[in-house]
């Protein structure tokens, strides 16, 4: 089974990185609002029960790829 | 009775690179530094564990956040739970906050610059083994190079760290990369690991502009020194 699992900066954490985005974005003459810069984490698991690997990449998320201080995470399982 | 000098592990992670300065400036001030490789399961017979500055593990997913996981690091959170003196400078400060032996986290500078020059910073507190030559106000000057020094803290947790008086040093003047309050420096409730961006081991030596990293690292040594002595008499 694979899971993707997003990483963002919490809802009102400064994102410098993505301030940076946005104001290339707009000299490129794209109206943009606000950029938010986060990460994707694509995972090969060897559960093939969803509940089962939700609750491990859950765990994973915990552990090490999100920071909970500054990091909102969301998991995505697919086949 | 011959004095031992005092021993102070130094963790070599992959990336650390302030290693070899930090040893350096042990020697410098009277005290012996034992490289530890990160691999180790078991600290040796030392007074105080220094987490150097570098880029371990590349700075891969968030700085500190794999070196985090080395072996070695279960046992500096079994020293620093007994009690054990430990300093983070750099990368061993974000490797610290990650391992949630100090609050906070440190992020990308505000100013997405890496940053590499001296800063001042006010001495808030003397009353900790890292700090205790120092005088409460004195302004200090150490460099910082980082691209990843700003720390933060959710409104409740800085509240927090305040009110127990866990900030050690924050930036006069010239904050360097948007920390909250300032910060430079903090140690944990119970003042035993102490973490901060700035380098007291490039500044031992009056010739590479500043002298007064060294306070920080004597102090330590002076703490370590205590330690021992106390440990004898009993």
Redesign the interface.
């Known amino acids: 089974m694979r899971a993707t699992v997003l990483v963002r900066p919490k809802a009102g954490i400064l994102d410098p990185q993505g301030q940076a985005i946005e104001g290339s974005l707009r000299q490129l003459g794209f109206a943009v609002g606000e950029a938010r810069v986060g990460r994707v984490v694509d995972l090969q698991l060897d559960a093939s029960d969803p509940v089962a690997a939700r609750a491990e990449v859950e765990l994973m998320c915990e552990q090490l790829l999100a920071n909970p201080l500054i990091e909102s995470y969301e998991i995505e399982l697919g086949a | 009775m011959i004095e031992r000098r005092p021993r102070v592990a130094v963790v070599v992670f992959p990336g650390s690179n302030d290693d070899g300065d930090a040893a350096w400036a042990l020697g410098a001030i009277g005290a012996e530094a034992d490289l530890v490789w990160h691999a180790e399961t078991e600290l040796p017979d030392v007074g105080a564990v220094i987490l150097p500055g570098g880029f371990s593990y590349g700075d891969y ?2 700085c500190g ?1 794999i070196a985090r ?1 080395s072996p070695v690091m279960a046992a500096v959170g079994s020293f620093a739970a007994d009690g054990g003196l430990v300093l983070g400078t750099c990368n061993g400060f974000q490797i610290l906050c ?1 391992a949630g032996l100090l609050p ?2 440190l ?6 610059r890496y940053v590499c020059r001296d800063v001042t910073l006010r001495v808030e507190r003397t009353d900790t083994p890292f700090t205790t030559r120092c005088e409460e106000g004195q302004l200090l000057t150490m460099p910082v190079k980082h691209g990843e020094g700003c720390w ?3 409104e409740a ?1 800085l509240a927090e760290v305040e009110a127990r008086g866990q900030v050690v040093l924050r930036y006069e003047g010239d904050n360097p990369n ?1 920390s909250l309050a300032d910060i430079a420096g903090i140690v944990n409730a119970e003042g035993n690991v102490f973490g901060l961006m700035p380098h007291p081991e490039h500044a031992v030596d009056s010739l590479t502009g500043s002298a007064d990293g060294a306070l920080v690292l004597a102090s330590l040594v002076d703490a370590i020194r205590d330690r021992l002595s106390v440990g004898t008499a009993v």
């Open positions: 997913l968030r956040a996981f990650e906070g986290v992020r990308r500078n505000t100013s997405m933060f803290a959710d947790l948007g």
